[in-house]
């Protein structure tokens, strides 16, 4: 499957996804690679997501492990160790929302946040040929916990041979894309670690104000902030978003600044992304986060008073 394949089939089984709430069954040969959506929640037969994905599972994988929030291992549960490959190597992962000018989008109804986790697992050319169920597990810091459940089966094909020997093709699916190349079409399997979602801190605020100036202190050794934005969720459709802007000094002292964009909106949940500081092996806390109210203000722009700030899902 290539980069230019890609977006196709996920948008393709990422609606059939959000319709029956179910993982998408799919077929892989041996020695390629295959993209696989995962379940937001622990009943494959609910429709409507009770904790996000993300919560409870890292994004993190074999070429690119996450220190903040832990590794996924995937493996094949009939799978002999003996004699084959049974865990797989994950290439990738990232999550994916709805486009704004669609639909769901719009009315904001499947735009649960952090949106479809999407993963990019290499089969092992020696994979067991067949139907194969798969567990997931979350390592962190050594220590292996359950993961999110997968229900359904990959199918594993038997390898390609290679029409002039007769060898098997044990070569990773390349993926290529059309623009930013000097040729027509070039490898752009390095880029796929890039769209992992950094570890993101949401700061919930009841009752919600219609503009904010919010102050966090943070530990500066430890982690370095990239972003802050309006959290998007069930009830923040991604075309009716809050301007957010902000003010990081790197000594550990963050000033985010956010107004609704929408007469009569408010801001519930304002987040900021980070990355662990270079050389640092032990995760951000939750408590080591300290978020404060400068100033607030109703629709009218009427000062109010501080809303109660709440680390509504933690730290990724």
């Known amino acids: 499957m290539k980069a230019r394949q890609l977006l196709a089939c996920v948008a393709m089984a990422l609606g059939i996804a959000a319709c029956q709430a179910r993982p998408v069954p799919l ?32 994004y993190g994988g074999s070429v690119v492990p996450d220190l903040q929030r832990g590794t996924m291992i995937f493996t094949f549960d009939t799978c002999d160790p003996a004699q084959n490959t049974c865990e797989l190597e994950t290439q990738g992962a ?6 704004p000018s669609s639909k769901a989008a719009a009315d904001g ?15 092992p050319p020696d994979a067991p040929v067949g139907p194969n169920t798969m567990s997931i597990t979350k390592r962190l810091g050594g220590v292996d916990s359950p993961g999110p459940g997968y229900w359904g089966d990959i199918e594993v094909l038997p390898p390609a041979l290679d029409p002039g020997t007769g060898d098997p093709i044990d070569n990773p699916t390349p993926f290529e894309r059309l623009l930013g190349c000097s040729v027509s ?19 919930g605020m ?17 982690i370095n902030v990239r972003d802050a934005f309006q959290t998007v969720g069930q009830q923040v459709p991604l075309n009716d978003r809050g301007l957010v802007w902000y003010l990081d000094d790197g000594g550990g002292t963050l000033t985010i600044h956010a107004a609704a964009t929408t007469p009569g ?7 900021f992304v980070f990355e662990l500081e270079n050389g640092v092996t032990t995760p951000l806390l939750a408590n080591q986060v300290v978020p404060t109210v400068v100033k607030a203000a ?16 933690g730290i990724w």
């Not at 499947?110 to 479809?116: E, H, K, R, S, T």
């Not at 070039?186 to 949401?202: F, H, L, M, N, Y």
């Open 109 to 123: 109804a499947l735009g649960a946040a952090p949106g479809q986790v999407v993963v990019l697992l290499h089969i």
């Open 185 to 203: 079409v070039c490898d752009a399997s390095d880029d796929i670690p890039k769209v992992t979602p950094r570890p993101e801190v949401q700061i």
């Open 27 to 58: 077929a892989a040969r041996a020695g390629t690679s295959i993209t696989i959506l995962l379940q937001s929640t622990d009943n494959p037969l609910r429709s409507v997501p009770t904790q996000p994905l993300s919560a409870r599972a890292a």
């Open 265 to 271: 909106a408010v801001l519930d949940t304002i987040s």
């Open 298 to 313: 109703d629709a009218n722009g009427i000062p109010m008073s501080p809303p109660t700030l709440t680390l509504t899902k």
């Open 206 to 222: 009841t009752p919600a104000p219609s503009s904010v100036e919010l102050r966090v202190t943070y530990p500066a050794s430890v």
């Open 94 to 99: 990232s999550a994916v929302l709805p486009a």
